[in-house]
Protein backbone atom coordinates (compact mmCIF):
# COMPACT_ATOMS: atom_id res chain seq x y z
CA UNK A 1 0.00 0.00 0.00
CA UNK A 2 3.09 2.37 -1.02
CA UNK A 3 2.28 5.88 -3.00
CA UNK A 4 3.81 3.57 -5.96
CA UNK A 5 4.96 1.14 -7.04
CA UNK A 6 1.25 -0.52 -6.22
CA UNK A 7 -0.36 -3.87 -6.53
CA UNK A 8 -0.28 -5.26 -9.93
CA UNK A 9 -2.89 -7.79 -10.94
CA UNK A 10 -2.27 -11.09 -12.22
CA UNK A 11 -3.43 -10.13 -15.53
CA UNK A 12 -1.02 -7.29 -16.11
CA UNK A 13 1.91 -9.22 -15.01
CA UNK A 14 0.86 -12.15 -17.17
CA UNK A 15 0.91 -9.79 -20.57
CA UNK A 16 4.81 -9.19 -19.85
CA UNK A 17 4.82 -13.06 -21.05
CA UNK A 18 4.15 -11.71 -24.90
CA UNK A 19 6.71 -13.05 -27.14
CA UNK A 20 9.66 -10.56 -27.18
CA UNK A 21 8.97 -9.15 -30.79
CA UNK A 22 10.77 -7.33 -33.53
CA UNK A 23 9.97 -3.91 -32.79
CA UNK A 24 10.25 -2.49 -36.26
CA UNK A 25 8.01 -5.30 -37.54
CA UNK A 26 4.40 -4.99 -38.17
CA UNK A 27 3.43 -6.95 -34.55
CA UNK A 28 4.55 -4.20 -32.51
CA UNK A 29 3.27 -1.20 -34.65
CA UNK A 30 -0.23 -2.80 -34.34
CA UNK A 31 0.41 -3.15 -30.94
CA UNK A 32 1.59 0.31 -30.50
CA UNK A 33 -1.71 1.88 -32.37
CA UNK A 34 -3.68 -0.26 -29.55
CA UNK A 35 -1.60 1.20 -26.83
CA UNK A 36 -1.82 4.78 -28.08
CA UNK A 37 -5.49 4.68 -28.38
CA UNK A 38 -5.81 3.20 -24.73
CA UNK A 39 -3.75 6.48 -23.45
CA UNK A 40 -5.30 8.98 -25.42
CA UNK A 41 -8.89 7.60 -24.10
CA UNK A 42 -7.38 7.62 -20.73
CA UNK A 43 -5.88 11.19 -21.35
CA UNK A 44 -8.96 12.21 -23.08
CA UNK A 45 -7.14 13.53 -25.38
CA UNK A 46 -6.78 14.50 -29.34
CA UNK A 47 -3.13 15.02 -29.20
CA UNK A 48 -0.42 13.42 -29.22
CA UNK A 49 0.41 10.48 -26.44
CA UNK A 50 4.22 9.62 -26.12
CA UNK A 51 5.10 6.81 -23.93
CA UNK A 52 9.24 6.62 -22.62
CA UNK A 53 11.30 3.60 -21.60
CA UNK A 54 11.81 5.65 -18.30
CA UNK A 55 10.19 6.26 -15.08
CA UNK A 56 8.09 9.23 -14.19
CA UNK A 57 11.39 11.51 -13.75
CA UNK A 58 12.19 10.84 -17.70
CA UNK A 59 8.83 12.62 -18.30
CA UNK A 60 9.03 15.58 -16.39
CA UNK A 61 12.22 16.43 -17.55
CA UNK A 62 11.35 15.65 -21.21
CA UNK A 63 8.62 18.31 -20.02
CA UNK A 64 11.16 20.95 -19.63
CA UNK A 65 14.15 20.00 -21.60
CA UNK A 66 12.07 20.38 -25.01
CA UNK A 67 10.05 23.34 -23.79
CA UNK A 68 12.53 24.89 -22.14
CA UNK A 69 15.53 27.02 -23.14
CA UNK A 70 18.16 29.04 -21.05
CA UNK A 71 16.92 32.57 -20.24
CA UNK A 72 13.38 31.60 -20.07
CA UNK A 73 11.33 32.23 -16.74
CA UNK A 74 8.26 29.82 -15.68
CA UNK A 75 6.05 29.99 -12.48
CA UNK A 76 5.78 26.50 -10.73
CA UNK A 77 3.96 25.20 -7.68
CA UNK A 78 5.92 24.27 -4.94
CA UNK A 79 4.44 22.38 -1.74
CA UNK A 80 6.52 19.39 -1.27
CA UNK A 81 9.46 17.80 -2.36
CA UNK A 82 8.38 17.00 -5.99
CA UNK A 83 7.43 20.56 -6.54
CA UNK A 84 11.23 21.47 -5.08
CA UNK A 85 12.51 18.56 -7.50
CA UNK A 86 10.74 20.15 -10.37
CA UNK A 87 11.80 23.71 -9.68
CA UNK A 88 15.55 22.06 -9.41
CA UNK A 89 14.76 20.13 -12.68
CA UNK A 90 14.14 23.60 -14.50
CA UNK A 91 16.86 25.35 -13.13
CA UNK A 92 19.36 22.58 -14.37
CA UNK A 93 18.06 24.05 -18.27
CA UNK A 94 19.13 27.56 -16.92
CA UNK A 95 15.47 28.95 -17.05
CA UNK A 96 14.43 30.72 -13.66
CA UNK A 97 11.82 28.67 -11.89
CA UNK A 98 9.59 31.24 -9.52
CA UNK A 99 8.23 29.44 -6.66
CA UNK A 100 4.34 29.92 -6.04
CA UNK A 101 4.32 28.18 -2.35
CA UNK A 102 2.61 26.97 0.18
CA UNK A 103 3.62 25.74 3.77
CA UNK A 104 3.86 21.86 3.06
CA UNK A 105 0.57 19.94 3.82
CA UNK A 106 -1.51 22.98 1.63
CA UNK A 107 -1.48 24.16 -1.52
CA UNK A 108 -0.50 27.53 -3.01
CA UNK A 109 -4.28 28.90 -4.05
CA UNK A 110 -5.69 29.59 -7.58
CA UNK A 111 -5.21 34.04 -6.59
CA UNK A 112 -1.41 32.97 -6.23
CA UNK A 113 -0.75 31.80 -9.36
CA UNK A 114 -2.98 35.27 -10.74
CA UNK A 115 -0.71 36.93 -8.55
CA UNK A 116 2.21 35.54 -9.96
CA UNK A 117 0.77 35.41 -13.24
CA UNK A 118 0.32 39.36 -12.71
CA UNK A 119 3.51 40.35 -11.04
CA UNK A 120 6.09 38.33 -14.26
CA UNK A 121 6.29 38.83 -17.95
CA UNK A 122 6.76 37.13 -20.51
CA UNK A 123 6.27 33.55 -18.55
CA UNK A 124 7.29 30.78 -20.97
CA UNK A 125 5.47 28.40 -18.84
CA UNK A 126 3.39 27.05 -15.44
CA UNK A 127 4.47 24.10 -14.16
CA UNK A 128 2.01 22.47 -11.54
CA UNK A 129 2.49 18.99 -9.47
CA UNK A 130 -0.88 18.32 -9.12
CA UNK A 131 -0.57 15.95 -6.63
CA UNK A 132 2.20 16.32 -3.96
CA UNK A 133 2.86 12.65 -3.38
CA UNK A 134 5.65 13.57 0.03
CA UNK A 135 2.38 15.37 1.37
CA UNK A 136 -0.96 14.06 0.54
CA UNK A 137 -2.24 17.42 -1.02
CA UNK A 138 -3.35 17.90 -4.17
CA UNK A 139 -4.16 21.23 -6.98
CA UNK A 140 -8.51 21.34 -6.67
CA UNK A 141 -7.72 24.13 -9.54
CA UNK A 142 -6.18 22.48 -12.36
CA UNK A 143 -8.99 23.69 -14.82
CA UNK A 144 -8.87 26.89 -13.70
CA UNK A 145 -4.87 27.27 -14.28
CA UNK A 146 -5.31 25.99 -17.52
CA UNK A 147 -7.30 28.93 -18.49
CA UNK A 148 -5.13 31.16 -16.48
CA UNK A 149 -1.75 30.32 -18.55
CA UNK A 150 -3.72 29.63 -21.78
CA UNK A 151 -4.71 34.02 -21.48
CA UNK A 152 -1.11 34.44 -20.65
CA UNK A 153 -0.16 32.91 -23.91
CA UNK A 154 1.94 30.52 -21.31
CA UNK A 155 2.04 26.46 -21.78
CA UNK A 156 0.64 24.66 -19.09
CA UNK A 157 2.42 21.63 -17.77
CA UNK A 158 1.38 19.03 -14.95
CA UNK A 159 3.45 16.64 -13.44
CA UNK A 160 0.58 14.33 -12.44
CA UNK A 161 2.31 10.96 -11.50
CA UNK A 162 0.85 10.33 -8.66
CA UNK A 163 -2.74 11.00 -9.50
CA UNK A 164 -3.24 10.23 -13.31
CA UNK A 165 -5.88 7.72 -13.40
CA UNK A 166 -6.85 8.65 -9.97
CA UNK A 167 -8.48 11.99 -10.14
CA UNK A 168 -10.15 13.48 -13.38
CA UNK A 169 -7.39 14.77 -15.78
CA UNK A 170 -9.18 15.52 -19.39
CA UNK A 171 -5.72 17.15 -20.80
CA UNK A 172 -7.76 18.63 -24.02
CA UNK A 173 -10.58 20.35 -21.92
CA UNK A 174 -8.17 21.53 -18.97
CA UNK A 175 -6.09 23.31 -21.47
CA UNK A 176 -3.15 21.01 -20.43
CA UNK A 177 -0.08 21.27 -22.72
CA UNK A 178 1.66 18.79 -21.52
CA UNK A 179 0.84 16.10 -18.67
CA UNK A 180 3.34 13.84 -17.45
CA UNK A 181 1.84 10.30 -15.88
CA UNK A 182 3.85 7.30 -14.44
CA UNK A 183 3.05 3.72 -14.77
CA UNK A 184 3.51 2.09 -11.45
CA UNK A 185 0.83 4.20 -9.29
CA UNK A 186 -3.13 4.98 -10.22
CA UNK A 187 -2.43 2.77 -13.69
CA UNK A 188 -1.42 -0.05 -11.45
CA UNK A 189 1.21 -1.49 -14.17
CA UNK A 190 5.10 -2.15 -13.12
CA UNK A 191 7.51 0.73 -13.27
CA UNK A 192 9.73 1.64 -15.65
CA UNK A 193 7.58 3.61 -18.30
CA UNK A 194 6.17 6.93 -18.50
CA UNK A 195 3.60 8.97 -20.48
CA UNK A 196 3.53 12.49 -21.67
CA UNK A 197 -0.05 13.61 -23.50
CA UNK A 198 0.88 16.75 -25.69
CA UNK A 199 -1.36 19.23 -27.00
CA UNK A 200 -1.19 20.61 -30.93
CA UNK A 201 0.69 23.93 -29.45
CA UNK A 202 3.33 22.28 -27.47
CA UNK A 203 4.07 19.87 -29.92
CA UNK A 204 4.29 22.64 -33.10
CA UNK A 205 6.84 24.68 -30.43
CA UNK A 206 8.91 21.26 -30.12
CA UNK A 207 9.09 20.81 -33.59
CA UNK A 208 10.20 24.22 -34.46
CA UNK A 209 12.56 24.57 -31.29
CA UNK A 210 13.97 21.28 -31.54
CA UNK A 211 15.97 20.49 -28.51
CA UNK A 212 19.67 19.64 -28.41
CA UNK A 213 19.62 15.96 -26.50
CA UNK A 214 19.37 12.76 -28.15
CA UNK A 215 17.22 10.40 -26.06
CA UNK A 216 14.50 12.71 -24.83
CA UNK A 217 13.76 14.43 -28.11
CA UNK A 218 10.12 14.38 -28.55
CA UNK A 219 10.38 15.41 -32.36
CA UNK A 220 12.01 11.93 -32.57
CA UNK A 221 9.18 10.48 -30.88
CA UNK A 222 6.37 12.45 -33.17
CA UNK A 223 8.57 11.57 -36.26
CA UNK A 224 8.63 7.40 -35.21
CA UNK A 225 4.99 7.63 -34.07
CA UNK A 226 3.78 8.26 -38.12
CA UNK A 227 4.30 4.54 -38.29
CA UNK A 228 3.31 3.63 -34.78
CA UNK A 229 7.07 2.87 -33.94
CA UNK A 230 9.99 4.55 -31.16
CA UNK A 231 12.48 5.86 -31.87
CA UNK A 232 15.18 3.35 -29.47
CA UNK A 233 13.76 0.16 -28.13
CA UNK A 234 10.92 -0.07 -26.16
CA UNK A 235 11.07 -2.11 -22.93
CA UNK A 236 8.70 -4.48 -24.68
CA UNK A 237 7.22 -6.10 -21.70
CA UNK A 238 6.21 -3.05 -20.11
CA UNK A 239 4.28 -1.60 -22.78
CA UNK A 240 2.54 -5.04 -23.27
CA UNK A 241 1.75 -4.30 -19.00
CA UNK A 242 0.83 -1.18 -19.74
CA UNK A 243 -1.36 -1.45 -22.66
CA UNK A 244 -3.69 -4.33 -20.61
CA UNK A 245 -3.63 -1.84 -17.46
CA UNK A 246 -4.56 0.58 -19.81
CA UNK A 247 -7.38 -1.70 -20.78
CA UNK A 248 -8.86 -3.00 -17.53
CA UNK A 249 -9.44 0.77 -16.85
CA UNK A 250 -11.50 1.79 -20.21
CA UNK A 251 -13.25 -1.37 -18.94
CA UNK A 252 -13.99 -0.56 -15.90
CA UNK A 253 -14.79 3.20 -17.02
CA UNK A 254 -12.42 5.90 -16.35
CA UNK A 255 -15.25 8.02 -14.35
CA UNK A 256 -15.94 5.09 -12.26
CA UNK A 257 -12.28 4.10 -11.34
CA UNK A 258 -11.98 7.72 -10.65
CA UNK A 259 -14.81 7.66 -8.12
CA UNK A 260 -13.97 4.12 -6.64
CA UNK A 261 -10.25 6.35 -5.66
CA UNK A 262 -12.45 9.04 -4.28
CA UNK A 263 -14.74 6.49 -2.07
CA UNK A 264 -11.62 4.63 -0.79
CA UNK A 265 -9.74 8.30 0.39
CA UNK A 266 -12.32 9.03 1.97
CA UNK A 267 -12.81 6.04 3.48
CA UNK A 268 -8.88 6.24 4.73
CA UNK A 269 -9.46 9.58 5.52
CA UNK A 270 -12.77 8.83 7.88
CA UNK A 271 -11.38 5.89 9.24
CA UNK A 272 -8.04 7.16 10.32
CA UNK A 273 -9.89 10.22 11.91
CA UNK A 274 -12.29 7.77 13.83
CA UNK A 275 -9.41 6.22 14.76
CA UNK A 276 -7.77 9.39 16.65
CA UNK A 277 -5.48 10.37 14.14
CA UNK A 278 -4.55 13.71 12.75
CA UNK A 279 -3.96 14.04 8.70
CA UNK A 280 -0.95 15.54 7.83
CA UNK A 281 -2.80 17.81 4.32
CA UNK A 282 -5.82 20.23 5.17
CA UNK A 283 -8.82 18.67 4.63
CA UNK A 284 -9.84 21.46 1.97
CA UNK A 285 -6.55 19.72 -0.49
CA UNK A 286 -5.93 16.31 0.50
CA UNK A 287 -5.79 13.95 -1.95
CA UNK A 288 -7.52 11.10 -3.30
CA UNK A 289 -4.20 8.73 -3.93
CA UNK A 290 -1.92 9.59 -1.35
CA UNK A 291 -2.83 9.83 2.70
CA UNK A 292 -0.44 11.23 4.83
CA UNK A 293 -1.00 10.70 8.41
CA UNK A 294 0.91 12.40 11.54
CA UNK A 295 2.25 10.13 13.86
CA UNK A 296 0.71 9.82 17.73
CA UNK A 297 3.09 11.40 20.48
CA UNK A 298 5.41 7.95 21.11
CA UNK A 299 4.90 6.01 18.30
CA UNK A 300 8.44 5.54 16.06
CA UNK A 301 8.26 5.08 12.47
CA UNK A 302 10.73 2.71 11.67
CA UNK A 303 9.61 0.49 14.10
CA UNK A 304 5.74 0.95 13.45
CA UNK A 305 6.14 0.40 9.74
CA UNK A 306 8.30 -3.30 9.88
CA UNK A 307 5.81 -4.08 12.47
CA UNK A 308 3.15 -3.90 10.52
CA UNK A 309 4.61 -5.23 7.76
CA UNK A 310 5.82 -8.34 9.76
CA UNK A 311 2.56 -9.00 11.48
CA UNK A 312 0.15 -7.84 8.32
CA UNK A 313 1.97 -7.73 5.36
CA UNK A 314 0.52 -4.10 5.09
CA UNK A 315 3.89 -1.97 3.36
CA UNK A 316 3.51 1.44 4.05
CA UNK A 317 5.54 4.54 3.26
CA UNK A 318 7.10 6.90 5.39
CA UNK A 319 7.70 10.62 5.53
CA UNK A 320 10.32 12.52 2.95
CA UNK A 321 13.22 14.74 4.27
CA UNK A 322 12.13 17.10 7.66
CA UNK A 323 9.22 14.82 7.93
CA UNK A 324 11.26 11.68 7.97
CA UNK A 325 9.72 10.26 10.84
CA UNK A 326 7.03 12.27 11.81
CA UNK A 327 4.32 10.59 9.65
CA UNK A 328 3.62 7.77 7.20
CA UNK A 329 2.20 7.68 3.78
CA UNK A 330 -0.65 5.49 2.47
CA UNK A 331 -1.23 4.94 -1.74
CA UNK A 332 -4.62 4.23 -2.58
CA UNK A 333 -4.31 4.07 -5.80
CA UNK A 334 -4.68 1.50 -8.66
CA UNK A 335 -5.93 -1.83 -7.87
CA UNK A 336 -7.74 -0.44 -4.31
CA UNK A 337 -11.02 -1.29 -3.34
CA UNK A 338 -12.73 -2.47 -0.30
CA UNK A 339 -10.42 -5.08 0.84
CA UNK A 340 -7.37 -2.62 0.64
CA UNK A 341 -8.89 0.03 2.37
CA UNK A 342 -10.51 -2.45 5.57
CA UNK A 343 -7.05 -4.27 5.58
CA UNK A 344 -4.91 -1.75 5.73
CA UNK A 345 -7.08 -0.02 8.50
CA UNK A 346 -7.31 -3.09 10.59
CA UNK A 347 -3.53 -3.51 10.26
CA UNK A 348 -2.96 0.08 10.98
CA UNK A 349 -4.95 0.28 14.34
CA UNK A 350 -4.07 -3.43 15.72
CA UNK A 351 -0.27 -2.30 15.33
CA UNK A 352 -0.99 1.45 16.87
CA UNK A 353 -2.94 -0.80 19.76
CA UNK A 354 0.45 -2.98 20.41
CA UNK A 355 2.37 0.27 20.42
CA UNK A 356 0.57 1.98 23.36
CA UNK A 357 -1.87 4.22 20.87
CA UNK A 358 -5.64 3.36 22.13
CA UNK A 359 -7.06 3.67 18.33
CA UNK A 360 -10.65 3.34 18.21
CA UNK A 361 -10.48 -0.05 15.91
CA UNK A 362 -14.16 -0.67 15.61
CA UNK A 363 -15.02 2.57 15.43
CA UNK A 364 -12.83 3.38 12.67
CA UNK A 365 -13.75 -0.11 10.40
CA UNK A 366 -17.91 0.56 10.67
CA UNK A 367 -17.29 3.98 9.67
CA UNK A 368 -15.22 3.27 6.42
CA UNK A 369 -17.83 0.40 6.06
CA UNK A 370 -20.70 2.42 5.45
CA UNK A 371 -18.31 4.45 2.84
CA UNK A 372 -17.10 1.48 1.20
CA UNK A 373 -20.38 0.34 0.96
CA UNK A 374 -21.13 3.06 -2.03
CA UNK A 375 -18.47 0.89 -4.61
CA UNK A 376 -19.88 -1.42 -6.50
CA UNK A 377 -20.11 -5.09 -5.24
CA UNK A 378 -16.94 -6.25 -7.47
CA UNK A 379 -14.77 -3.41 -6.56
C1 LIG B 1 4.56 13.77 -8.09
C2 LIG B 1 5.73 12.93 -8.51
N1 LIG B 1 6.55 13.41 -9.45
C3 LIG B 1 7.61 12.70 -9.88
C4 LIG B 1 7.88 11.46 -9.37
C5 LIG B 1 9.07 10.68 -9.86
O1 LIG B 1 8.65 9.54 -10.49
P1 LIG B 1 9.61 8.26 -10.69
O2 LIG B 1 10.05 7.82 -9.34
O3 LIG B 1 8.71 7.29 -11.39
O4 LIG B 1 10.74 8.70 -11.53
C6 LIG B 1 7.06 10.92 -8.39
C7 LIG B 1 7.33 9.61 -7.78
O5 LIG B 1 6.82 9.24 -6.76
C8 LIG B 1 5.95 11.68 -7.96
O6 LIG B 1 5.13 11.19 -7.02
Not at 65 to 74: E, Y
Not at 207 to 214: A, I, L, S, W
Request: charged share 20%; proline share 4%; aromatic share 8%.
Amino acid sequence: MTPGPTNVSTEVMQAMLHPIINHRGPAFAAAMDSLLIKAKNTFQTKGDVVVLTSSGTGAVEASITNLLRDGDSVLVTAFGEFGERLADQIQDVGATAIRVESEYGNTPTLDNVREAFEQNEELKALYVVSNETSTGASIKWLKEAGDLASKAGAFFVVDAISNFGGDWMPVDEYKIDICCAGSQKCLASPPGVSMLSISEKAKQFIVNNPPKRHYLNLPRYFKYAEKNETPFTPALPLYFALDRSLEIILDEGLDRVIERHAICANAFYSGLSEMGLKMFAKTEVRSNTVIAINYPEGVNDKEFRAKLDADYGVILAGGFGRYLGKLFRIGSMGVVGRYHVIATLTAIGMTLKKMGFEANVDGALSLSSSILSKLSRSA
